[in-house]
């Protein structure tokens, strides 16, 4: 009988709760979550457009690393993400807690082959979409860093001005895709309609010159 695969919604003839292409690419996903993490690390010093901030008075704001990167490298990135879903896989299957020792790398490494190891569960696992959904945003994270799309993404309009909680700019490239007549950072989600963009050129120029 045809189920819907909660991941894509497409029709499933496999009657799993994810549908193979689904499958073939939650897998590829993970495989590749190591080679990215240690590319990550090559990206943690800020660049200049990332490495100064416009605080909260007009200052410029020295970023020791790049808050983006660190994140995904940092406790809670990562690394746990993908260990703390081995863990629960175990506990949905009633098996003993996986060992998951050792550096993030490490840890890294055992919990993707742990999950791989469980695939053909995982595709009719109840939670097969959260899962699929949350290694999809990991990766999409890291690939934006270490992978950049090289598709045409319409017209520079310059660097993000929005400000963080700790008063510090988000400095990430905003393009203005075609057809499209608001441009949003791909990084902090700020949206950029026609009417800000004066002010916001406004403040690049401010922020290029503190």
Known sequence: ????????????????????????????????????????????????????????????????VNEHVLGLRAPGGMA?????WLTAVHRDRHLRAPRLA????????????????????IAVWEHADELAQEIHDLHRNASSVVDPDPRPRGRRIGHCQSIDTSGTICGAVLHLAPGEQVARCDWCG???PPATWMQLKAWQTENAAA
């Open 1 to 64: 009988m045809d189920t819907t695969c909660t991941h894509c919604h497409a029709p499933d003839p496999t009657g799993s709760t994810l549908c193979v292409p689904c499958t073939t690419t939650l897998t590829a996903r993970l495989q590749d979550l190591p080679r990215l993490y240690e590319a990550l690390a090559a990206h943690l010093a800020p660049s200049m457009a990332t490495g100064q901030g416009r605080g909260s008075k007009g200052g410029p704001v020295a970023l020791p």
């Open 80 to 84: 746990d993400v993908v260990s703390d």
């Open 102 to 121: 050792g550096d993030a790398l490490t840890r890294l490494h055992t919990a993707v082959a742990g999950l791989l190891a469980h695939m053909p569960w």
């Open 190 to 192: 700020m949206a950029w």
